[in-house]
């Protein structure tokens, strides 16, 4: 079965880190991109980053940039999303989705398979 | 940064109806690069459709998207007791993803 699955999530101070993981399975991971998007509570998707398949690019949102740091590792067949100087904005669930496009040769943009989440709380 | 507005943002209908979902971008989009996602309560997002009119694995027929250049649009032919959900826009361009707000579809 193909399948992505976060974790690391939890609850963090303002200023804190946090590094979140995304493991896959049921398909060749090192063959596609891996997007990250977010959801506040109550609120809609929020694109936060992209890797590219082979890890050589990477995408960040602006409201991360700086922040955070995506990479991943595909003998470990995961995905990371490093999360430094949280601010309460960033509290939201997490997801990390396959990605089929942020290659030159993609003729389409969209993410295929999701994981369920990782709730990420950012308070004092 | 291209902006993805999407109306109505509720849309309260019967089951069997018609429902016609709009999504409208700030510039013109590749209609190979706009997607389209149900999102039922406490669910991860499922894709629907992509490239525009593209259905994606296993999205019943009842389902379908059309349109080009500013204007998307998502129709659900005959609303079914499982379609009531929110419903996401999603674009690429210019290295940046954007998702529009989204439509609540809601049983009336």
């Known amino acids: 079965e193909v399948q992505l699955l976060e974790s690391g999530g939890g609850l963090v101070q303002p200023g804190g880190s946090l590094r979140l993981s995304c493991a896959a399975s049921?398909?060749?991971?090192?063959?596609?991109?891996i997007t990250w998007v977010r959801q506040a509570p109550g609120k809609g998707l929020e694109w936060v980053s992209t890797?590219?398949?082979?890890?050589?690019?990477?995408y960040y949102a602006d409201s991360v940039k700086g922040r955070f740091t995506i990479s991943r590792d595909d003998s470990k067949n995961t995905l990371y999303l490093q999360m430094n100087s949280l601010r309460a904005e960033d509290t939201a669930v997490y997801y990390c989705?396959?990605?089929?496009?942020?290659?030159?040769?993609?003729?389409?943009?969209?993410?295929?398979?999701w994981g369920k989440g990782t709730a990420v709380t950012v308070s004092s | 940064e291209i902006v993805l507005t999407q109306s109505p943002g509720t849309l309260s209908l019967s089951p069997g109806e018609r429902a016609t979902l709009s999504c409208r971008a700030s510039q013109s989009v590749s209609s190979s690069y706009l997607a389209w996602y149900q999102q039922k309560p406490g669910q991860a997002p499922r894709l629907l459709i992509y490239g525009a009119s593209s259905r994606a694995t296993g999205i019943p027929d009842r389902f379908s998207g059309s349109g080009s250049g500013t204007d998307f649009t998502l129709t659900i032919s005959r609303l079914e007791p499982e379609d009531f959900a929110v419903y996401y826009c999603q674009q690429y361009g210019g290295s940046l993803l954007t998702f529009g707000g989204g439509t609540k579809v809601e049983i009336k």
């Open positions: 049921g398909f060749t991971f090192s063959s596609y991109a």
């Open positions: 890797i590219s398949r082979n890890g050589g690019s990477t």
């Open positions: 989705a396959r990605d089929w496009g942020w290659e030159p040769s993609s003729y389409y943009y969209y993410m295929d398979v």
